[in-house]
């Protein structure tokens, strides 16, 4: 494509305009988008972003964050959805600009309690700690003069003068290792949580940081901007909530749910129900295993514990045939005679089938929707057991289902 000269000048100047805009793949997000877009780019964008923040949280849980299968994993994740991957890519205006806006979406849904700002939080913090590190020596520079975090390096006379101090206070660092890298004379308020771990040197209220520890207070930094703004966000709550178009988008997306279709029957029969006990153990989540061992014991489960292990049933594939059979069999054991059965409970089973009432075929719950609604009482299973159960409690299940201790340390630390 041959472009005159005013084109070639008017291409050069909106290109210009963009780098400007965005002129680092990362950013703190300090400045909310303003330009204008429809309703389904918004959408679009924001569950983009939801499944990739759903990702971060799985693989949070599932792998050690900073190895290689965690970092292939998740690139490999922004890749797919098109967010900034690559810090030195060129021509990634789109990629920088859908995250800029789906950021501030979700920042929009994500306001609106204690919980779902915590679980946003989290995530993109993870996120931005993966990206923060993917960044070369260079770049991160530029990055932290960027957002005025360019804290002083101390000069070659002084490291060599404090060298002793330096390899003794700073975990994993030799004396050759010292003269080797560079280190930041950081105030002490912004370096607490290095200071409390006792891994850096201290000396007229100053911390002295190695230049691979400064994630430590960037990260520090963004979370409390992070913070502040999304409790800042919750005050304007009420002029969104009077939008008729924003607010159901924004209630959709903080209790949706991003993972396979149930609603799809493709599993439908593929499981029988002699098969159930040995996947309950095998394959079932924590939650799941849960509910089925308390309805093996007591041959029953409150309103809740069924439809939270009903609707899963289904979604692994149970039809309603089973499922009426399964619930049957095991009520019949406990105090619930077939008659009651059928008056009781046999409706329900089939309403959550799209067979009663509204005719809706309901999918299996999400683990937000899990999380965030209907805690369990005295009695109750549903909910989830690592949110809702006291953590002795939750120790104990996981040590009787031979889950080894490093796996129960790293459960409890994420907790």
């Known amino acids: 494509m041959e472009f005159s000269s005013r084109a070639r000048q008017k291409h050069a100047r909106l290109a210009g305009d963009r780098r400007e805009q965005y002129p680092h793949s990362l950013q703190f997000y300090l400045e909310p988008p303003t330009e204008t877009i429809s309703l389904v780019e918004f959408e679009n964008f924001a569950v983009d972003r939801l499944k990739l923040l759903k990702v971060v949280e799985n693989l949070g849980v599932s792998y050690v964050r900073g190895t290689d299968v965690y970092k292939s994993k998740l690139e490999g994740e922004l890749r797919k959805l098109k967010f900034p991957y690559r810090a030195l890519a060129e021509d990634d205006y789109e990629a920088r600009r859908k995250d800029h806006i789906s950021h501030f979406i979700l920042r929009l849904a994500y306001c609106q309690s204690e919980d779902l700002r915590r679980w946003f939080l989290q995530q993109e913090m993870d996120l931005f700690r993966y990206r923060f590190n993917e960044l070369t020596d260079s770049l991160m520079q530029k990055f932290l003069e960027h957002v005025n975090l360019s804290f002083e390096a101390i000069s070659e006379d002084l490291k060599n003068e404090l060298a002793n101090e330096l390899s003794a206070s700073t975990p994993g660092f030799s004396l050759s ?239």
């Open 177 to 415: 290792k010292v003269k080797e890298q560079m280190f930041y004379k950081v105030g002490l308020a912004d370096a607490v949580d290095l200071f409390r771990t006792r891994r850096v040197f201290i000396k007229d209220g100053f911390a002295y940081v190695p230049f691979k520890e400064i994630d430590v207070i960037v990260l520090n930094n963004y979370r409390t901007k992070l913070s502040k703004a999304l409790a800042l966000t919750a005050r304007s709550l009420p002029s969104i909530q009077s939008d008729e178009r924003l607010q159901p988008l924004l209630n959709h997306l903080s209790h949706s749910y991003v993972g396979p279709d149930y609603s799809v029957q493709k599993n439908t029969g593929k499981i029988s129900l002699d098969q159930i006990d040995a996947l309950s153990v095998k394959s079932f989540p924590l939650c799941m295993r849960q509910l089925h061992r308390a309805l093996r014991d007591s041959h029953h489960l409150r309103h809740g514990g069924r439809m939270q292990y009903g609707l899963f049933l289904k979604g692994i594939g149970l039809t309603l045939e089973q499922a009426l059979e399964f619930w049957k069999k095991e009520f019949i054991r406990g105090k619930v005679d077939a008659d009651k059965f059928d008056k009781g409970y046999a409706y329900s089973i089939r309403h959550n089938y799209g067979k009663e009432g509204k005719r809706t075929d309901y999918t299996p719950y999400s683990c937000m929707k899990i999380i965030m609604s209907n805690p369990p009482s005295q009695g109750d299973y549903h909910g989830c057991p690592f949110r809702h159960s006291d953590p002795e409690l939750l120790k104990q299940k996981l040590q009787s289902y031979k889950i080894p201790p490093s796996g129960i340390t790293q459960v409890r630390h994420i907790l």
